[in-house]
T-cell receptor
Framework: DVKVTQSSRYLVKRTGEKVFLECVQDMDHENMFWYRQDPGLGLRLIYFSYDVKMKEKGDIPEGYSVSREKKERFSLILESASTNQTSMYLC????????????FGEGSWLTVV | GESVGLHLPTLSVQEGDNSIINCAYSNSASDYFIWYKQESGKGPQFIIDIRSNMDKRQGQRVTVLLNKTVKHLSLQIAATQPGDSAVYFCAENSQDNFNKFYFGSGTKLNVKP
């Protein structure tokens, strides 16, 4: 089975803190994604990476950065957390060819106070 | 731009009945579609997918139908069970932009015992 693992399920951080969300996949997928999911807004793409050290901005990259030093690992970084970044963050991965399923992790619930 | 939407935000069914969840998409170039189930507090779980060269695909208790003429996708769940209660959403992908997935906002399925 495909496994996308997000290391932190629940986090509470203070405004201005630097936050790291880690994600690991075990399927040798080239693509990895970070989404946030908010009620009524659905899934919104923050960043995605199609290879090691490669990244592309998604629809809402402001306030976020990412790091992909190894193929299996993709990190989301909030340089200075703000309350409007309180959300559910979902990591996902897929093969880098058309018609391949995107698989999700269990999500990381971040609350910024 | 592309959009993936759902007609009904909430669907209530009796246990044992069949459920039908609908999804409309606007990108004629989309050629790969996925249905996900998301239980409360968890990440989206892959249910079934279909490619545009097919009209119908069946899984265990689930069937996906694709009508390319009207750009409509549906998920049918047979003999709905309480464990099927969740939010269901569709996703689309196209060969001309296969790193990009578009997600619907979701339909909440409530199964009444």
């Amino acid at each position: 089975d495909v496994k996308v693992t997000q290391s932190s399920r629940y986090l509470v951080k203070r405004t201005g803190e630097k936050v790291f969300l880690e994600c690991v996949q075990d399927m040798d997928h080239e693509n990895m994604f970070w989404y946030r999911q908010d009620p009524g807004l659905g899934l919104r793409l923050i960043y995605f990476s199609y290879d090691v050290k490669m990244k592309e901005k998604g629809d809402i990259p402001e306030g976020y950065s990412v790091s992909r030093e190894k193929k299996e690992r993709f990190s989301l970084i909030l340089e200075s957390a703000s309350t409007n970044q309180t959300s559910m963050y979902l990591c996902a991965s897929s093969f880098r060819t058309a018609g391949n399923t995107i698989y999700f992790g269990e999500g990381s619930w971040l609350t910024v106070v | 731009g592309e959009s993936v939407g759902l007609h009904l935000p909430t669907l209530s069914v009796q246990e044992g009945d069949n459920s039908i969840i609908n999804c409309a998409y606007s990108n004629s170039a989309s050629d790969y579609f996925i249905w996900y189930k998301q239980e409360s507090g968890k990440g989206p779980q892959f249910i079934i997918d279909i490619r545009s060269n097919m009209d119908k695909r069946q899984g265990q208790r689930v069937t996906v139908l694709l009508n390319k003429t009207v750009k409509h996708l549906s998920l049918q769940i047979a003999a709905t069970q309480p464990g099927d209660s969740a939010v269901y959403f569709c996703a689309e992908n196209s060969q001309d932009n296969f790193n990009k997935f578009y997600f619907g906002s979701g339909t909440k399925l409530n199964v009444k015992p």
